[in-house]
């Protein structure tokens, strides 16, 4: 397995596509350019390849153990994490004056994402370091950036999201960890967490909890809920880790993928004191907590992307050299067999997993590189349209790719039939892992709720209308006669989804709001095929544009866009449809099954 992600289709998103190339022109990125950009996927790639790679089988069968003293991992995972470090991947999208190398959110993302196709195990940890990181560095004190955010960013100190708690997963206003204010103007946590990736281990000198808690009288519900720092050591005078907190390791989940992350139950408190800091304002944590799961939600997507990617590159591999079966009109059983990849079937499945991952794939780019039009905008306006933008894309860049390439990782083990049932080839593994993606950071059907019952309803429906806008926009300017037909598809299916949406929130103004989100997952799939139905528009316009003057594989390969593009729009935008259809009934088949008739 060493063709991790396909090169070509990366440039393709990154310059031709999303014209990141152009952000060179921003103050903020004019030390970069494009032989940059390259230059670091490349080292990432052969990183990957070097050090992540190769024990990734291994760390899938020997996962992360507890021994009653200490967190047992694999001696290779440290050796690629601090080879990763060293590289400057941990820090390579923050500011040159925190260490990092200011590279745009789009590049990092797609350099960092190469890391999970090759191992989702190992890039656990520094993708939640720098997200802890990352909000730190919005919401932290300067004292609080200095003592913790700078050693995460220098990879000495690792860092983690506690949220979850055993009786309180995606409910987090009956989270019950307590904070008890102290004279010292710090607070004594008491509580336990669950679902803790990273929570426990020596891969680091120390280990940044961020911890959300109820001060003592705080108010109830998600108004009351707090932010706090808990370090594994408490910092002594010079900064440096001294005393052992009372955080501690009451137990380690046993997981289907993601083997290699080590996930934790951590108490607080329970035998010793657990001392905290806190970040932002009191009862403001789940505001400032928004900030690292916006960013790991994304990152969720794009891990799925990447992880779908991987199986379907293996997929094809395999198929174009696996020799089975003839041609239906071949009547000599003498005759040579064929690769598999000859048989329609199997271009079936490996069309579907190209159509999914490369669509889910810039959906996510996407996403990274409003990011960085947020970052260079001034404009006021401007900026809030990106903000608009990001709000109502998010959780369907979380969503529709974890549910969509985990089906193409599901193909893939298809496409090698028994094989891709064994432990011999990758697939199967990659399907383990990426199965955690449609659960972790907010199941899908809660990225479905907040699509539906906040993001699409926010300021009056302005992020929904200017979703619209833009997809109008894009559909008026594939003018080309060969993209006709899916810009007519799309038209439709737009129109559809305004009207359904109109008739959702005429729904929640007469006071039905079960009834408004009883089917709102249906909403996120019929909306987010409709997204990714545009981002393959405007892929089958670059190609088509490209197509006129190319030769050889890079014909080939735009040649391949078109028709990944027509299989979407004829076998998968369809499926839109059918939701509006339920969603226009008001179905309450599900809202209304009795308990106990199950």
Same mark, same amino acid.
């Given at each position: 397995?060493?063709?991790?992600?396909?090169?070509?289709?990366?440039?393709?998103?990154?310059?031709?596509?999303?014209?990141?190339?152009?952000?060179?022109?921003?103050?903020?990125?004019?030390?970069?350019?494009?032989?940059?950009?390259?230059?670091?996927?490349?080292?990432?790639?052969?990183?990957?390849?070097?050090?992540?790679?190769?024990?990734?089988?291994?760390?899938?069968?020997?996962?992360?153990?507890?021994?009653?003293?200490?967190?047992?991992?694999?001696?290779?995972?440290?050796?690629?994490?601090?080879?990763?470090?060293?590289?400057?991947?941990?820090?390579?999208?923050?500011?040159?004056?925190?260490?990092?190398?200011?590279?745009?959110?789009?590049?990092?993302?797609?350099?960092?994402?190469?890391?999970?196709?090759?191992?989702?195990?190992?890039?656990?940890?520094?993708?939640?370091?720098?997200?802890?990181?990352?909000?730190?560095?919005?919401?932290?004190?300067?004292?609080?950036?200095?003592?913790?955010?700078?050693?995460?960013?220098?990879?000495?100190?690792?860092?983690?999201?506690?949220?979850?708690?055993?009786?309180?997963?995606?409910?987090?206003?009956?989270?019950?960890?307590?904070?008890?204010?102290?004279?010292?103007?710090?607070?004594?946590?008491?509580?336990?967490?669950?679902?803790?990736?990273? #929570?426990?281990?020596?891969? %680091?000198?120390? $280990? *940044?909890?961020?911890?959300?808690?109820?001060? !003592?009288? =705080? &108010? +109830? #519900?998600?108004?009351?809920? %707090?932010?706090? $720092? *808990?370090?594994?050591?408490?910092?002594?005078? !010079?900064? =440096? &880790? +001294?005393?052992?907190?009372?955080?501690?390791?009451?137990?380690?989940?046993?997981?289907?993928?993601?083997?290699?992350?080590?996930?934790?139950?951590?108490?607080?408190?329970?035998?010793?004191?657990?001392?905290?800091?806190?970040?932002?304002?009191?009862?403001?944590?789940?505001?400032?907590?928004?900030?690292?799961?916006?960013?790991?939600?994304?990152?969720?997507?794009?891990?799925?992307?990447?992880?779908?990617?991987?199986?379907?590159?293996?997929?094809?591999?395999?198929?174009?050299?696996?020799?089975?079966?003839?041609?239906?009109?071949?009547?000599?059983?003498?005759?040579?067999?064929?690769?598999?990849?000859?048989?329609?079937?199997?271009?079936?499945?490996?069309?579907?997993?190209?159509?999914?991952?490369?669509?889910?794939?810039?959906?996510?780019?996407?996403?990274?590189?409003?990011?960085?039009?947020?970052?260079?905008?001034?404009?006021?306006?401007?900026?809030?349209?990106?903000?608009?933008?990001?709000?109502?894309?998010?959780?369907?860049?979380?969503?529709?790719?974890?549910?969509?390439?985990?089906?193409?990782?599901?193909?893939?083990?298809?496409?090698?039939?028994?094989?891709?049932?064994?432990?011999?080839?990758?697939?199967?593994?990659?399907?383990?892992?990426?199965?955690?993606?449609?659960?972790?950071?907010?199941?899908?059907?809660?990225?479905?709720?907040?699509?539906?019952?906040?993001?699409?309803?926010?300021?009056?429906?302005?992020?929904?209308?200017?979703?619209?806008?833009?997809?109008?926009?894009?559909?008026?300017?594939?003018?080309?006669?060969?993209?006709?037909?899916?810009?007519?598809?799309?038209?439709?299916?737009?129109?559809?989804?305004?009207?359904?949406?109109?008739?959702?929130?005429?729904?929640?103004?007469?006071?039905?709001?079960?009834?408004?989100?009883?089917?709102?997952?249906?909403?996120?799939?019929?909306?987010?095929?409709?997204?990714?139905?545009?981002?393959?528009?405007?892929?089958?316009?670059?190609?088509?544009?490209?197509?006129?003057?190319?030769?050889?594989?890079?014909?080939?390969?735009?040649?391949?866009?078109?028709?990944?593009?027509?299989?979407?729009?004829?076998?998968?935008?369809?499926?839109?449809?059918?939701?509006?259809?339920?969603?226009?009934?008001?179905?309450?088949?599900?809202?209304?099954?009795?308990?106990?008739?199950?």
């Amino acid at each position: 397995m060493t063709i991790l992600i396909d090169r070509r289709d990366l440039a393709f998103l990154l310059y031709e596509l999303l014209d990141v190339e152009s952000l060179c022109a921003q103050p903020r990125y004019a030390q970069h350019d494009r032989a940059t950009f390259d230059g670091v996927i490349d080292a990432a790639q052969r990183l990957a390849l070097d050090k992540f790679l190769p024990h990734a089988a291994k760390l899938d069968a020997q996962e992360p153990h507890f021994d009653g003293e200490r967190v047992h991992i694999i001696d290779e995972v440290k050796a690629a994490l601090d080879a990763y470090i060293d590289a400057g991947f941990l820090s390579a999208s923050f500011d040159t004056e925190y260490g990092g190398l200011q590279l745009p959110y789009t590049v990092s993302s797609a350099a960092l994402g190469i890391f999970t196709a090759a191992n989702a195990g190992t890039a656990g940890y520094p993708f939640l370091t720098a997200a802890a990181a990352n909000l730190l560095r919005a919401h932290g004190t300067d004292a609080q950036r200095r003592r913790y955010m700078q050693p995460m960013l220098a990879g000495r100190y690792f860092g983690t999201m506690c949220l979850s708690e055993p009786q309180a997963g995606s409910s987090l206003g009956d989270i019950r960890t307590r904070a008890i204010p102290q004279a010292d103007g710090r607070y004594h946590l008491v509580g336990s967490k669950m679902w803790i990736s990273g #929570g426990e281990h020596e891969l %680091s000198e120390n $280990i *940044v909890h961020l911890v959300l808690a109820r001060i !003592d009288g =705080a &108010p +109830a #519900g998600v108004k009351g809920i %707090s932010l706090f $720092i *808990v370090p594994k050591f408490e910092l002594g005078a !010079d900064d =440096a &880790p +001294a005393r052992r907190n009372g955080v501690r390791l009451a137990g380690l989940n046993h997981k289907m993928g993601y083997r290699g992350t080590v996930n934790t139950v951590l108490s607080f408190g329970e035998h010793e004191a657990c001392t905290g800091e806190l970040v932002g304002a009191p009862n403001q944590g789940l505001a400032c907590m928004f900030h690292m799961m916006n960013e790991a939600r994304i990152g969720v997507g794009l891990a799925a992307a990447m992880l779908g990617q991987a199986g379907y590159r293996f997929s094809l591999d395999y198929a174009k050299s696996r020799p089975q079966g003839r041609p239906l009109s071949a009547k000599d059983p003498a005759a040579p067999p064929v690769m598999i990849v000859e048989h329609t079937d199997v271009k079936r499945l490996l069309l579907r997993q190209k159509a999914y991952v490369e669509g889910g794939l810039a959906l996510c780019l996407y996403c990274a590189r409003l990011v960085d039009e947020q970052a260079v905008t001034t404009d006021p306006a401007a900026r809030d349209d990106i903000g608009l933008l990001l709000d109502i894309l998010t959780p369907i860049a979380k969503a529709w790719p974890s549910e969509f390439c985990l089906e193409a990782n599901k193909l893939a083990i298809q496409v090698l039939g028994g094989y891709g049932y064994t432990r011999d080839y990758p697939v199967e593994r990659l399907y383990r892992d990426n199965r955690l993606n449609p659960i972790h950071e907010g199941t899908n059907g809660i990225q479905a709720l907040d699509l539906l019952g906040r993001k699409v309803t926010m300021r009056n429906g302005a992020a929904f209308r200017l979703l619209v806008a833009r997809i109008q926009r894009d559909i008026a300017a594939a003018d080309a006669p060969e993209l006709g037909e899916f810009a007519s598809d799309l038209r439709n299916a737009l129109e559809t989804v305004v009207q359904v949406t109109m008739q959702l929130a005429s729904t929640a103004a007469s006071g039905k709001v079960e009834l408004f989100l009883a089917n709102a997952t249906a909403y996120l799939e019929m909306l987010g095929h409709v997204v990714v139905a545009w981002l393959w528009l405007q892929q089958a316009r670059c190609a088509q544009s490209a197509l006129a003057t190319a030769q050889g594989e890079d014909a080939s390969f735009y040649e391949g866009k078109l028709r990944a593009a027509r299989y979407f729009f004829r076998y998968e935008l369809p499926q839109a449809a059918r939701h509006a259809d339920l969603l226009r009934r008001l179905d309450d088949t599900c809202m209304t099954m009795p308990v106990s008739a199950f």
